[in-house]
Structure formats: C-alpha cells, structure tokens
C-alpha cells in the first residue's frame, strides 16, 4: 500500500494535495504523521486544520454545485433543470414517502445518498422482520416451521449496533425473543393461505413506473384476499392501531397495484403490529385509492420539478435520522 502510495504522489502533474483527518472514529485524536512533518520541515505541521460544518461536507456530494441549502424556506437551485414530463420517474414507496414527509429528506436519502447512522430500532426490526418472512416462505411452501427456526433466523441477522449500551441491547434481544414466540402462537392458530410471499410488482401510472414487494397477500377461508404487512411498532391501543393502519400509505399502495395487476380489488389490508400483537383490519374504500393517486401526483410533480424545499415539524423532524445535520430541523 505504501508504496502505490508513492507511485500514486508521482503521477501529480501540476500540484500535490495530502490531506488527514483528526477523527476516524477511535478514542483519540489522530495527529499527523511525523514523516510529513520532516518533509515540510514544519514541526507543527497538524496544529491548523480546518472542520467542515455538516453541510460543507454534504454539498461535497450535490452533483449541481449549489449550497444544499440557502436561508431558510428559499426554493433549492435546480441540479440539472426540471426532468420532463416524457421521461420516466421511478417510484416507490419509500421515494414517495419520504418525498411527502420532507422534500429535503428524499433529497439527502435519494439524492445525495447521505449514510444514515445505525439506530438500535432499525436494527431490532429488521431482525424480525427476517424472522417473520422466514415463516411467511416456509408457509407459501407448505413446509414445516418451528418456532426454534424463527428465533434461529432473529439471532442471525441481530447486529451489536446502535444500542445505547449492553444493557439495552440485551433487552431488546429477549423483547424481540418474546415478540417471535407470540407471533408464532397467533399465526399458527389462524386459518389462512397466503397466495404471495415477498412478491415484486410493477406498473404505470401516468408517466411514472411505481414499484414494490408485497410481504404477504393472504386468502381468507371466506374467499377474501387481504394484503398482509408487519411492523415492529408496539402499538398497543385498539383505536391507535385502527387509525395507523386506514392512513397507511404504503398499503393503499400496495392494494391499489393488486388492483391494476389483477384487475380486481383486495377487500382490504391488514396490519400487524408485532412488539404488542396488535391486529387492525381496513375494508378497501375508493376514497383510500383515489387518495394515493393524489399522493403519487403529488410527490411526482414535485421531484420533476425538483423543489426540495424542507416541510419542518414535530410530525417528521422528531423520527427523522437527519436531525442532526438538517438546518430546518424542529426536534424541540
């Protein structure tokens, strides 16, 4: 490595840029290295350096040049003019989403690709949603499951990240343990055949390709086909899981591309709640479908234009895992 190093510092033609960091993440300060000092004949060659704000660093990454932001509540400078109306817009639901949360948000996820940090909620769902498409499969394959198979699935994609300190994580591990053990009584005891696990579906929508992945559509004992989706959350009130599951964007989605897939509709969705048990079901209503359309409209119309201008408050800056980095954000 060193010595492409050197190979690499002689192909400089013009001028040579050695730049280090203070901070790589380890306890102390990294200082630089005493060679570079003898080079420069400077014995405080590492006492100036220069920090980049947060935002310095993002725009680094902003393929338009233009600051990620100006002053508060002005319009973004647009990176390559408005995308036509011609061209494909590929959506999905978490583009959508996100769009409608924030505009700025879909920007650093989907734009700038800024790294989110792991969180120790990311971290415990997705081991358990692993756990539940491991028994969703084995169900569409009509093979048999146990519940020493889902726990087995959880300890494997369980990661030592994010957790604020052992403690937690050890209770967040048994907490998940516990959510499994429930979740296999509660599905072994119903009567139901799912008709899809985990199956992609596509199509168009005026000029926008909408894609996504179903995790489970179900056929009822009555002939009612349902779309099924989980969530880690611990809602525990009848009324509050009602509500979350009848504003699920992501299922309105999910039953209106059954619909232009089949060409019939689902009579509704169900959502569980996995930390609490919670069951709520939402008959499919016009109102529910007409609506995502407008949501799609909406979030297409405004990244063709490309207007990410923030939309701050405590419904979004609060979850959102840019918080600390985002100007417009509201977290108090």
Request: aromatic fraction near 12%; glycine fraction near 6%; include cysteine.
């Amino acid at each position: 490595e060193r010595r492409l190093f050197y190979v690499g510092m002689t192909r400089a033609k013009k001028e040579l840029y050695l730049t280090s960091g203070r901070d790589y993440g380890g306890a102390r300060p990294r200082k630089v290295s005493i060679f570079v000092r003898e080079a420069l004949d400077d014995a405080h060659a590492d006492d100036d350096f220069a920090k980049a704000s947060a935002f310095e660093a993002l725009a680094r990454f902003d393929r338009s040049g233009e600051p990620i932001r100006q002053a508060h509540g002005e319009s973004q400078a647009p990176e390559t003019g408005p995308i036509p109306d011609d061209q494909l817009l590929h959506l999905d639901q978490k583009k959508i989403d996100d769009y409608l949360t924030c505009p700025l948000k879909y920007k650093y996820v989907h734009i700038l690709r800024v790294p989110l940090a792991e969180y120790h909620a990311i971290i415990y769902g997705f081991a358990l949603h692993e756990a539940v498409r491991e028994y969703n499969k084995r169900k569409r394959k009509q093979e048999a499951v146990t519940l020493d198979d889902l726990l087995t699935v959880f300890k494997a994609n369980w990661r030592s990240r994010g957790f604020l300190n052992r403690e937690h994580e050890q209770q967040r591990f048994e907490t998940g343990q516990e959510v499994l053990r429930r979740f296999f009584e509660q599905q072994e005891s119903e009567d139901f055949e799912p008709l899809y696990i985990e199956e992609p579906f596509k199509f168009m929508f005026e000029n926008n390709v909408i894609t996504g992945r179903w995790d489970r559509v179900d056929e009822l004992p009555d002939g009612r086909v349902l779309i099924v989706d989980f969530k880690s959350s611990a809602v525990d009130d009848p009324e509050k899981a009602r509500k979350r599951a009848m504003s699920s964007r992501q299922l309105r989605l999910y039953a209106w591309s059954y619909q232009e897939r089949f060409g019939q509709p689902v009579a509704g969705w169900r959502l569980h709640f996995l930390e609490s048990g919670m069951v709520a079901e939402i008959p499919l209503k016009e109102l529910y479908l007409r609506k995502i359309r407008e949501d799609v409209q909406t979030a297409a119309q405004g990244i063709r234009q490309r207007d990410f201008r923030p939309t701050p408050g405590p419904s979004a800056c609060p979850f959102c895992a840019l918080n600390d980095i985002c100007p417009a954000a509201e977290t108090n």
